[in-house]
């Protein structure tokens, strides 16, 4: 079965210039990682599940925070994964210092036989449109793209 996400490109204007939100992994393994690691707010969805609503749920439980606004439909684009992500642009504004993020357990360190807990996402970062190009995973990029001609 495809693998499916849903996620939220909140962008602002400052000076009106273009700035873009992403979220940066938690985790051991991101711990290092920076160009190229960094993502939009999403998360799996599944079939029977309206993706905007689950975008929306997905964006609350990276940052803490809900998200309203006016949603634009971006197309969707395909991961080297495979996976799908369908995303949202919408105008608006958050304090990247004040995330909270759920939590994922994985063992570590590997094969301990001890859970671990970690936050989803351990930090968040407002970019310029071409910091952010080189900053998220590379398959996101056309998102920002399309934004670029949207705004």
Same mark, same amino acid.
């Given at each position: 079965?495809?693998?499916?996400?849903?996620?939220?490109?909140?962008?602002?204007?400052?000076?009106?210039?273009?700035?873009?939100?992403?979220?940066?992994?938690?985790?051991?393994?991101?711990? +290092?990682?920076?160009?190229?690691? @960094?993502?939009?707010?999403? %998360?799996?969805?599944?079939?029977?599940? &309206?993706?905007?609503? *689950?975008?929306?749920?997905?964006?609350?439980?990276?940052?803490?925070?809900?998200?309203?606004?006016?949603?634009?439909?971006?197309?969707?684009?395909?991961?080297?994964?495979?996976?799908?992500?369908?995303?949202?642009?919408?105008?608006?504004?958050?304090?990247?210092?004040?995330?909270?993020? +759920?939590?994922?357990?994985?063992? @570590?360190?590997?094969?301990? %036989?001890?859970?671990?807990?970690?936050? &989803?996402?351990?930090? *968040?970062?407002?970019?310029?449109?071409?910091?952010?190009?080189?900053?998220?995973?590379?398959?996101?990029?056309?998102?920002?793209?399309?934004?670029?001609?949207?705004?």
């Amino acid at each position: 079965m495809l693998k499916q996400s849903a996620g939220i490109l909140l962008y602002r204007l400052t000076n009106g210039l273009p700035q873009v939100f992403l979220v940066h992994p938690g985790g051991p393994f991101f711990r +290092n990682k920076d160009d190229g690691a @960094w993502s939009i707010p999403k %998360g799996e969805y599944i079939d029977g599940e &309206e993706p905007l609503i *689950a975008a929306q749920r997905e964006f609350e439980e990276e940052t803490g925070q809900p998200i309203t606004g006016k949603f634009i439909k971006l197309q969707p684009i395909k991961q080297k994964s495979g996976k799908v992500v369908h995303a949202w642009a919408v105008e608006g504004d958050i304090d990247h210092e004040k995330i909270v993020s +759920n939590l994922f357990e994985i063992e @570590w360190p590997p094969k301990s %036989g001890k859970k671990t807990s970690f936050p &989803e996402i351990d930090r *968040a970062g407002w970019f310029t449109v071409d910091t952010a190009k080189v900053k998220i995973i590379p398959g996101q990029v056309g998102l920002i793209e399309e934004l670029e001609t949207l705004i």
